[in-house]
């Protein structure tokens, strides 16, 4: 929830406009005056000095945009070596904040392309920019990262928002850009659910769907102290390449099967796709047309009754045939997973080899997952990770 405060003293001149806030309800003031890039000092007495704010450039941090900013010098030149930029490049950072990462990625890149949604971060970035003399190098994009379209960029560096950790990195890797490698920051039980195997406790549908479209792999853990304000979360650094070469499978299908296989992960895939309510939803999508024909059940009948007599009849008849057809479709699911040794079988231990082989077996059977007029025109950004 968001709500107005008084714009704050004058003293704060040179940032005044950008004072006039609306901020969360748990706001945090910070200087970045007061961590300065050689700031080598523990994180306890940087917390300090935020409370001792100076004249430049103090803002509201919202907490609702993740706006933790990393402090530790330490930290921030760990990341930048990580991520093993080359002088050439042009590097996409989300989230720039108030560009503490920002100038130490061009002591190494040429170029950043910073996309950052709030207005007050980026008159910030930009004064600390011109100070440096860097504002050439850096192009900064007032926008929301998951709307914004990626312009042109060589690799990924970026402490990102983690509210938006799913959607921003499904739109990286399965969006059209191509890139070298992808260094995040995130929040480490995040990290470690990105990064977990099948038979991990950790193992969800997040991982698998990432997996199916690249590698990623641990860099480092950051403690939340490395932060101001410190949040109540660890953070880990992950590094994620995109695989040379990815299987071919309609994306929104992959999505939708992952999706219904991953709503119980520890249950046998029999018992998740007996269930009436995925048979009735799989066989909507389906849109079992097959089924009626194999099985010489017409779909339509028609006659020269009367038409009140055709009414009952039809009601009777469509009951008997969908209650018909449903079994079938059922017993043709069944099929699938007996046919392919899957019905013991749990999600939670399968590998993305083995969820594609099943997925192609329910597609050779007739059996979709995604309703096929949408397949086309739909790239859902809105990326569902349980
Ligand atoms: C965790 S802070 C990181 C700041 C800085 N990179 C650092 O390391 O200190 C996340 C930043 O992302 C910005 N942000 C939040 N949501 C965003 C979105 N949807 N698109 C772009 N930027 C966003 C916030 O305003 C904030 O500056």
């Known amino acids: 929830m968001l709500r107005r405060i008084k714009p704050l003293s004058l003293a ?4 005044k406009q950008s004072l006039r806030l609306l901020v969360t309800k748990s706001p945090h003031r ?3 005056k007061n961590y300065s890039d050689n700031d080598n000092d523990n994180p306890y007495e940087r917390k300090q000095k935020t409370k001792n704010v100076g004249a430049e450039c103090s803002i509201y941090l919202h907490k609702s945009r993740g706006q933790h900013i990393l402090t530790n010098p330490r930290v921030l030149d760990a990341i930048v070596r990580k991520a093993e930029l080359r002088p050439t490049d042009t590097v996409l950072e989300i989230g720039p904040g108030t560009g503490n990462l920002t100038l130490k ?3 190494v890149a ?4 910073a996309i950052e949604i709030d207005p007050r971060m980026i008159q910030i970035l930009n004064t600390r920019l011109s100070e440096h003399g860097l504002q050439d190098r850096v192009t900064v994009i007032c926008k929301d990262a998951l709307k914004a379209e990626f312009p042109h960029f060589d690799i990924i560096v970026a402490n990102i928002p983690y509210g938006i950790s799913s ?3 499904a739109k990286i890797v399965f969006g059209t850009n191509t890139f070298r490698s992808c260094t995040l920051l995130l929040q480490k039980e995040f990290a470690r659910r990105l990064l977990a195997n099948p038979g991990d406790s950790e193992y969800n549908r997040l991982a698998v769907n990432v997996k199916l479209v690249a590698d990623v792999k641990f860099v480092m853990d950051v403690s939340k102290r490395d932060f101001v304000p410190c949040p109540k979360v660890d953070s880990s650094v992950v590094k994620i390449h995109r695989k040379g070469e990815v299987p071919g499978v309609d994306i929104n299908e992959w999505w939708a099967f992952t999706r219904t296989c991953f709503s119980k992960k520890n ?5 998740t796709f007996k269930q009436k309510r995925k048979v009735v939803e799989l066989f909507k999508r389906s849109q079992m047309i097959d089924v009626f024909e194999e099985n010489g059940v017409e779909q339509y009948s028609f006659d020269d009754r009367d038409e009140e007599d055709e009414k009952d009849d039809e009601g009777e008849c469509s009951l008997v045939c969908l209650e018909m057809a449903m079994s079938l479709f059922k017993d043709k699911i069944v099929g699938v997973l007996k046919a392919g040794e899957f019905e013991d079988k749990r999600p939670s231990k399968l590998s993305n080899e083995e969820l594609l082989r099943l997925l192609t077996l329910f597609n050779q059977a007739g059996i979709h997952f995604h309703h096929q007029a949408k397949r086309k025109d739909e790239f859902v950004v809105t990326y569902a990770t349980t």
């Open 12 to 15: 704060l001149l040179p940032f």
């Open 30 to 32: 910070y200087n970045h």
């Open 105 to 107: 990625l061009l002591e």
């Open 110 to 113: 040429q170029k950043v392309v």
């Open 167 to 169: 959607p921003l990195i």
């Open 267 to 271: 249950k046998t895939l029999g018992a």
